[in-house]
């Protein structure tokens, strides 16, 4: 892998920038969403990490600036194939250490997910082997992770802590995904996730360890700038919408954004928190008419995670269609944990989308990228292919977009961009490049 400080990809099949003619400002949303900006036979050029000029390969060719430079610029000849702007994951808890192989045999026996967590498995059963690691082996398990996500073609990861579950296991999670972080090219947005259960220690006092994360993991967090946002899952057994509110609260006074866990098992009124600006409202399993009408007024993202109910083998998978055609902005994502949903494909996780949820491919994608980007605030670097955005991007082995959610559990693709940075993903492809 190398910082390429200037970089031309051409000859691109299918260049999807998603490029939108309406321009309206905030996250993609309506008929929006399938708008791709497609050109054929395109070409980008990159310079120190920074898209700065996008179009077709015979005008990127008569580009004055391009004819001089050619020879100091590495070039990559992409032959026919189809590059987006690299994946935005967000939502991801990479921080542990274990699968959790039990809970699986469990739930192909007939266990549900809240059984086995109320029987001692689920989150709690993951905080153990967090809190007796060090921050070095957490870290390389979130590096591991993140090389693993931008083989898929993922290059911005929003990665949470939250198996800790205490304010010394909860910073050492947070200092484990900066230190992951710094190591990799792509681009890493940390939340706390403190509030993720109840732990043991103080079951039956709830309003005490809620104390602990809004008085001691919050201010420590935003001190040390561990994290951009917090988390809580807002759900019978975890915290309440009462808890969620003291918590969000803190985050607010503390300077930092806010994203939760909603509806994921069941509903909770959704209005009462809106005034919070969240970032995004994720899983929306569960959301009723009056929300999904208010939703559609808001800029807050709701992140459907579809790998979780292929993993608990539910019959049910969020409404999207009903979100979309509302006018709710929506974004997708892996989930990536190791109780619902380990996967790190954001390709699985668009395949799903297309098939449970009927998303079309092209909902697919946005809601990948700019949408993601959207609900990680990070939209004006990344999630679209457009001059001045960062040089985040993935190329993928196929002739046409559609074949990424259609041709599933297999990784095509072959190449990312991170800021600039190449790396080659599988196979024999590499344009030329040595990489
Ligand atoms: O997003 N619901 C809360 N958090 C995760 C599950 C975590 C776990 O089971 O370890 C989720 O599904
Ligand atoms: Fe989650």
């Not at 790190?344 to 697919?364: D, R």
Request: charge should be neutral.
């Amino acid at each position: 892998m190398r910082k390429e400080s200037s970089l031309f990809l051409a000859n691109i099949g299918q260049l999807v920038t998603l490029r939108c003619a309406s321009n309206r400002p905030g996250p993609r949303r309506g008929s929006d969403l399938k708008e791709l900006g497609i050109i054929e036979d395109g070409a980008v050029l990159c310079l120190g990490g920074k898209i700065v000029s996008v179009g077709t390969t015979k005008d990127a060719l008569r580009d004055p600036w391009l004819k001089k430079n050619r020879k100091n610029v590495t070039e990559i000849d992409c032959a026919g194939k189809v590059v987006l702007p690299g994946f935005v994951d967000s939502h991801t808890h990479p921080v542990f250490i274990s699968p959790r192989l039990v809970d699986f045999e469990k739930r192909i026996e007939g266990a549900s997910y809240e059984e086995i967590a109320a029987a001692g498995g689920g989150i709690r059963s993951s905080v153990e082997g967090v809190r007796g690691a060090g921050k070095r082996v957490l870290a390389e398990k979130v590096l591991a992770v993140l090389r693993d996500m931008a083989a898929h073609g993922t290059t911005t990861v929003e990665a949470k802590s939250g198996y800790g579950l205490t304010v010394e296991s909860e910073m050492k999670s947070l200092e484990a995904i900066r230190e992951a972080a710094a190591r990799w090219p792509g681009t890493v947005v940390a939340t706390l996730l403190g509030a993720h259960v109840i732990p043991k220690e103080f079951q039956g006092r709830s309003q005490k360890y809620v104390e602990i994360v809004c008085k001691e993991m919050i201010p420590q967090a935003a001190k040390r700038k561990l994290a951009q946002f917090v988390d809580v899952f807002c759900e019978q057994g975890a915290f309440t919408a009462g808890e969620t509110e003291q918590i969000f609260e803190a985050a607010e006074q503390h300077g930092l954004s806010v994203r939760a866990h909603m509806g994921q098992l069941s509903g909770t009124a959704l209005r009462p928190f809106l005034h919070f600006k969240p970032a995004s409202f994720d899983h929306m399993d569960h959301v009723n008419e009056d929300d999904i009408a208010e939703l559609a007024k808001h800029n807050t993202v709701a992140t459907l995670v579809p790998g979780v109910n292929y993993f608990l083998g539910l019959k049910e998978y969020p409404q999207a269609r009903k979100l979309i055609d509302a006018g709710v902005p929506v974004a997708l994502a892996t989930d990536y944990n190791p109780g619902t949903s380990p996967t790190l494909s954001m390709p699985m996780a668009m395949s799903l989308a297309c098939t449970h949820m009927k998303m079309s491919p092209a909902e697919a994608i946005a809601a990948a990228t700019i949408n993601g980007a959207c609900a990680l605030r990070v939209a004006d670097r990344k999630g679209t292919i457009e001059p001045g955005k960062d040089a985040d991007l993935a190329v993928f082995e196929v002739e046409d977009y559609r074949e990424i959610p259609y041709w599933f559990g297999a990784n095509r693709c072959v190449m990312t961009v991170m800021n600039g940075a190449v790396a080659r993903t599988a196979g024999n492809f590499c344009g030329g490049l040595s990489v």
